[in-house]
Structure formats: structure tokens, C-alpha cells
């Protein structure tokens, strides 16, 4: 692996009032990366002696594999800032990227971008309206193009295997021989190109007495084209790995918000911040206009991508509780509506009303990306004590319980939630845990909204407080600084999810949110003592 890179720069005033400032680059990349594994079973002992692969008992469970991967990144950069009176600021920057990621005719982009500043606290109406509360004003705007080639290399070409369950035997009975097959194992695609996201922004930049209080708004409008997806291939096709393809285009838009507050009183120094973004996500073009699905869940799928949805939505269907009443049974169990059920199953809702139960009736039940991600960080020091921590967390996302999914249905043989004792029976009507059943003839465990949770949550991410000797003390210790300190992280979590964690990421970008049994974040107590000689 290795880069190089190469840049010149241009500086110049011109007079009090211009002030020009240009650069150009060349990057170039390249890495490779090779493999090389063996494996043995049934060796003659444990001893550390034995531990070799000739010491296999049987020669045939040898196995061995061997890979190598190579990739390369060209890069063209050039930026033009200038600057007059401190007053308007103007930077202009282009790149041209080249990757060996995409085939020849689509391997190079042009990214180019544009921002704007006016300085008003250095315009001289400014300085007439004597508001000296005010320490600096800044109004800002951007607009500009990055690309994306975060994919593996060769995806352009079809990926073929020699994998043993590719060999078929041929010959009559005494005479067969076993003849390696081949087999494509992923589809290529040779039209693969750069993923380009274009972002405009506007903001406000401030401060207010003496610089005490930060302030900056942002308002930002995000959209990413030819967006790069290893988009699920139905199992017909035969293909092991998904195909890599640029799946459509896809739009952000939102607010970010950024305000802190520092000062001192005489011997005490403190520091308080927070802050926040918005996001609204949708999904505004597929290539092809075929929905996706994802987040496969015991051949069944968690999310969906369409159209005018967000991105990763969970899809299935409403439920509205429990099946109580003759009444109620009698409404549902016909053909076409929910024919096998009893009383204590779920009842499931005809969201379309066309009095049938089907795939149609599936809708939107929840959307993992959250409306708000804030944060507060608070510092504070007094006569060589110390004390800072930060909080974060979401608001108005949504968390698909795949551990509830797994825990909740009886027809297997795993560990069950306890919530399952507490199921429906006629003397146990106030309970949402259907009746329980030999076989689920009424189809309970179908994705639903029943196994979709509140995913907002509040979490002490870090705190931390610490002592600093005296400087004459530490002195004396011939020593220029010493401070102990004791720091803890993930230190309580406010959250009405039932599942371990309400961070649960994702194991696709299609499938956010779903809990697949995510291991928790560990709680971590440190302390320690910190010496400067």
C-alpha cells in the first residue's frame, strides 16, 4: 500500500484589501492485499508439538484458500480562496477522481464545489449600530458535488468459484470420477459507476459577549445520486453474492443547530454546550422502480425501499390487538381475512379495506432513521478540581425487536421470553401475548408492528473528574505536572426500549435498525494518574 502526494500552493495580497490564496494537487493510491489460508482436522493430539498440518490423521480434510485483491485511486484537486477586507469570502475547489473500481468508461468523476461568506460584523453600517454584545456575525452558503466508491474491487466483472459443491460426478457406478464444476458466484456489472451526493447549505456563525456564547445554525439539502447498493437478488437466481448496482437517488434534508456557552467567575471556569441536527430522509428514485426488500428474517423480509419512503422503512403489518370477543372472531375468520383463527390470536388490520387479508394490507409500521440527534457536553474546573461529561441520543426513531421476533414464537425449539407465560387464555384476557398453539395456524409470528419499539433514548456516553496537584507541590516531587483522574463511559442509559441496547446500527444500509441481538455496550470504570516530567 502507498500514497503520494503532491501539492503547490499560491499565496498573495494584493494592496489592505485582496487577499488570494490557490492550491493544485496530485494524489495517486494503490493497494493490494493477498491471502493465504490452511486447515486441518483430526490431528494425532493437542500437544503444541503436534500442532502442524501434516499431523492430520485424515490427508482429505486439508483444506486450503488463497486471495489476493488490488485496487488504485488517481486524484486531480485544485482550490481558489479569496478574500476582500475580511468582509466577502469566496473558495472555489474542483477535483477529478479516477478508480479502478469501475469499469473504463465510468472510472472517472468531476466534483466540483462552490461556498460563499459575508463577514457582517466587519462592515462599517455594522460597526455604526454600536452593538457591542454582538462579536462576530458570519453569513455563509455552499453548494458542491463528493463522490462515493465505497465498494469492494472487481464489481464490474462477474465473480466466478471453484467451491467443492460445485463438482458432479460422472462414469458408471465402478468407474466414477469427481470433476470440478465452476459457477458464477456474483453477477458483474459493467455499468457501476460513481455515487455523487450534491449538498447545499446556508448557516449563520456567531458570538455574543466577548465571545462568550458560540452560536451556528445550518440549514442543509443533500441528494445522492446513482447511490451504490449490493441490492438483494432473489434466490432463484442462483447467485451467492448480490450484485452491486447504483440503485437510485435518495434525498436528506435538515437543520443542524450548534450553541455553547464558556466563561469565568473568578476561580471557577465552566463550559456548556449542545447540540442537534434534523434529518428527513426519503427515497426519491429507483432504478428499474423495483421496490427492495431487506432484512431477511426467517424468510421473511423486515424492510422495505420504495419510492417516497424512507430509506429502510420497516414494512408488514398493523395489528390491533388481540382477539377477544365471538364477535370479533366471527368478523375475521372467513376465507381471505384470517380463516384459521381462534380466539386469543392477533388480530391483524385490513388497511386497505378491500376485505381481504393479503400482501396488500402490508404498509409502513415504522422508520429506523431518527428525527433528531442531539448532544450536551458540560466542562467545569475549580482550584485543580475537574469534571466534564457528554450526553447524546435520538428522538423518533423506530427499533425492529428481531429478539422478540426469535423469543416470542412457541412452534420451535429455542429459549423463549418469559413475557410468553403471561399468554391468552379465557381466564388471562388482559395480556397481549396470543394464545399458545402447536402449530400457528393463524400465521401470529408474521412481521408486524407488534415487534416494532420506541428507539429514542438519552445515554451518559462519558463522564470523567480528575484532581491536579498544585504546580509548587508537583515541583517538589521533581515533577512538572501530576493529576488522577477516574473516568467512566457508557455510564446509564434513559430508554423505553425492551432489548439490550437501543444502538443498534446495522448489519446492511438497508436493514438500520433491526435488533438482531446486537451485543450491549460494556459499562467502563477507569482511573489513573497522568505525570508530566
Request: aromatic share 14%; proline share 3%.
Amino acid at each position: 500500500y502507498y500514497t503520494f502526494e503532491n501539492t503547490l500552493s499560491y499565496d498573495r495580497k494584493f494592496g489592505d484589501k485582496h487577499s488570494l490564496s490557490a492550491i493544485i494537487g496530485y494524489t495517486n493510491e494503490w493497494g493490494k492485499r493477498e491471502t493465504l489460508g490452511v486447515s486441518g482436522y483430526d490431528f494425532i493430539g493437542e500437544s503444541e508439538n503436534l500442532q502442524y498440518i501434516d499431523a492430520t490423521l485424515d490427508k482429505n480434510k486439508i483444506t486450503g484458500n488463497n486471495s489476493a485483491t488490488e485496487y488504485g485511486l488517481i486524484s486531480y484537486l485544485g482550490r481558489i480562496h479569496y478574500d476582500y477586507a475580511d468582509k466577502y469570502l469566496i473558495t472555489a475547489t474542483f477535483r477529478r477522481d479516477g478508480s479502478s473500481k469501475f469499469s473504463k468508461s465510468n472510472r472517472w468523476g468531476n466534483f466540483p464545489s462552490f461556498a460563499l461568506g459575508w463577514r457582517i460584523d466587519n462592515e462599517e453600517f455594522f460597526k455604526k449600530m454600536k452593538a457591542n454584545w454582538i462579536s462576530s456575525l458570519k453569513l455563509r452558503a455552499g453548494w458542491g458535488q463528493i463522490g462515493n466508491q465505497n465498494i469492494g474491487s472487481y464489481v464490474d466483472r462477474s465473480l466466478l468459484s471453484l467451491w467443492a459443491q460445485y463438482g458432479a460426478l460422472f462414469g458408471a457406478r465402478e468407474n466414477e470420477t469427481l470433476y470440478q464444476g465452476i459457477a458464477v458466484r456474483r453477477l458483474g456489472n459493467p455499468d457501476i459507476k460513481w455515487e455523487t451526493t450534491e449538498s447545499f447549505n446556508i448557516g449563520l456563525d456567531a458570538s455574543f459577549f466577548n465571545s462568550r456564547m458560540i452560536f451556528s445554525f445550518e440549514y442543509y439539502y443533500k441528494t445522492t445520486r446513482d447511490m451504490l447498493l449490493a441490492a438483494p437478488m432473489p434466490v432463484y437466481m442462483g447467485y451467492f453474492d448480490n450484485t452491486y448496482t447504483n440503485i437510485g437517488e435518495a434525498n436528506n434534508r435538515g437543520i443542524e443547530l450548534n450553541l455553547e456557552w464558556k466563561d469565568r467567575v473568578r476561580e471557577f471556569e465552566y463550559n456548556i454546550g449542545f447540540n442537534m441536527s434534523t434529518i428527513r430522509n426519503r427515497m426519491t428514485k429507483l432504478n428499474g422502480g423495483t421496490p427492495i426488500s431487506d432484512g431477511e428474517l426467517r424468510q421473511q423480509y423486515v424492510t422495505y425501499t420504495n419510492e417516497g419512503m424512507p430509506i429502510g422503512a420497516f414494512w408488514g403489518y398493523k395489528t390491533n390487538g388481540l382477539i377477544q370477543t365471538q364477535a370479533q372472531l366471527d368478523a375475521v375468520k372467513k376465507p381471505g381475512v384470517q380463516p384459521n383463527a381462534e380466539l386469543g390470536d392477533i388480530l391483524f388490520v385490513d388497511t386497505n379495506g378491500d376485505g381481504q387479508l393479503d400482501a396488500n394490507d402490508k404498509c409502513m409500521i415504522g422508520n429506523p432513521i431518527p428525527d433528531v440527534i442531539y448532544g450536551f457536553n458540560v466542562s467545569m474546573a475549580w482550584r485543580g478540581f475537574d469534571l466534564s461529561f457528554q450526553l447524546g441520543g435520538t428522538l423518533g426513531n423506530e427499533i425492529f425487536n428481531a429478539m422478540r421476533y426469535y423469543t416470542y414464537f412457541p412452534n420451535d425449539i429455542t429459549n423463549k421470553d418469559r413475557d410468553l407465560l403471561n399468554y391468552w387464555t379465557p381466564q388471562n384476557t388482559n395480556t397481549d401475548i396470543p394464545r399458545l398453539t402447536g402449530t400457528d395456524v393463524n400465521d401470529n409470528d408474521r412481521i408486524s408492528d407488534r415487534y416494532v419499539e420506541n428507539g429514542s433514548y438519552l445515554r451518559l456516553r462519558n463522564a470523567q473528574i480528575g484532581y491536579t496537584l498544585p504546580s509548587s507541590i508537583a515541583k517538589k516531587m521533581k515533577m512538572q505536572n501530576v493529576r488522577f483522574y477516574i473516568s467512566g463511559q457508557n455510564l446509564f442509559t434513559i430508554s423505553g426500549y425492551s432489548g439490550l441496547d437501543p444502538e443498534v446500527g446495522q448489519s446492511t444500509s438497508l436493514s438500520r435498525g433491526v435488533d438482531y441481538g446486537i451485543y450491549p455496550q460494556s459499562r467502563t470504570f477507569t482511573g489513573g494518574i497522568n505525570i508530566t516530567f
